[in-house]
């Protein structure tokens, strides 16, 4: 890989005898958007404050633009944008004052820097004199990303940004990351939804303090070797129960009102199982064969 602007090697961190991240290994070049996808408690946070030099690591190494977390911190700091997981700017300051607040730290004034972040706030500059503290999640999280940016950081780290709030804030977000990977900043950023991978150019599938899989969205799917079916009925519980009692079937899955079944075998016969769920008395039965997505490949990995 070319153009190298994140290497992690061996990373582990340990709190008392909690390990919560196991040897962890990854890099990511230059303009690359890198997707760490995985649950609450996989590692996710303590990987990021690592790289944003707000904790050391326990072993292993990590470098930023070549420098190294430990030794480099002062230098790396100005580098990089952060977003962490909860709010954190002041509440008690306006949007505007807040934006000021955070050019004058890094030497820099908004209208240096404007065009870097103007898509962004201009959704959110009709409300400059409001208190960041009275906006709702979507414009906070677009004053939080304005601040990260301020400063033209080569590489921008965001932990779970679209957390909490609504779906099509989450999409906007999603929107002006690809348009700030444009502008050529690396940009790094976890999250706890499966659909959010499909946004990166690669992602790292991580649980329990260890990462699973390291690839593009599409060749993790690609990796997925047994045939999937979507199967539904009236009585979505009882379904659950019934499938994972028979013999042929290997994992049952909830996604909404739907289960992912696969098979011990290569296929499902869909007649006999729609005559065996007949018989157990499901009504409104629909299978079908589907293709699997990233949650599916984050379940199979983690059996």
Not at 37 to 48: E, N, Q, R, Y
Not at 71 to 76: A, G, L, V
Not at 245 to 271: N, R, W
Request: glycine share 6%; aromatic share 8%.
């Amino acid at each position: 890989m070319q153009n190298i602007t994140v290497e992690v090697q061996n990373l582990k961190k340990s709190y008392d005898k909690v390990e919560a991240v196991k040897g962890v290994s990854f890099s990511v070049s230059k303009g690359e958007l890198f997707g760490l996808i995985g649950p609450d408690g996989a590692g996710k946070t303590s990987i990021f404050r690592i790289l944003t030099t707000l904790m050391f690591p326990s072993e292993g190494s990590a470098k930023l633009l070549g420098l190294d977390v430990v030794n480099d911190f002062k230098e790396i700091r100005h580098n990089i944008g952060y977003m962490p997981q909860r709010f954190s700017l002041y509440q008690d300051l306006s949007v505007e004052e807040n934006l000021t607040f955070f050019a004058t730290i890094f030497g820099t004034t908004i209208s240096e820097n404007y065009n870097l972040i103007k898509d962004i706030y201009a959704q959110i500059e009709p409300f400059k004199n409001r208190l960041a503290g009275k906006l709702s999640g979507g414009m906070k999280q677009k004053l939080a990303l304005s601040c990260a940016l301020i400063h033209s950081p080569n590489i921008l780290i965001l932990d779970e940004p679209t957390t909490g709030v609504d779906a099509v804030s989450r999409k906007e977000f999603w929107e002006m990351l690809i348009r700030i990977k444009e502008k050529g900043i690396t940009i790094l950023v976890s999250t706890p939804y499966m659909d959010e991978a499909n946004m990166c150019d690669r992602v790292a599938l991580i649980q329990n303090g260890e990462i699973m899989s390291i690839d593009t969205p599409d060749n993790i799917i690609g990796d997925f070797r047994s045939k999937l079916w979507s199967v539904k009925s009236s009585n979505i519980y009882q379904l659950i129960k019934d499938l994972r009692a028979m013999d042929f079937i290997d994992t049952v899955f909830p996604f909404g009102e739907h289960l992912h079944v696969t098979s011990k075998t290569d296929s499902i016969d869909i007649e006999k199982l729609q005559s065996i769920l007949v018989e157990k008395n499901h009504t409104n039965i629909h299978i079908q064969e589907i293709r699997a997505n990233i949650e599916d490949c984050f379940m199979a990995l983690m059996k």
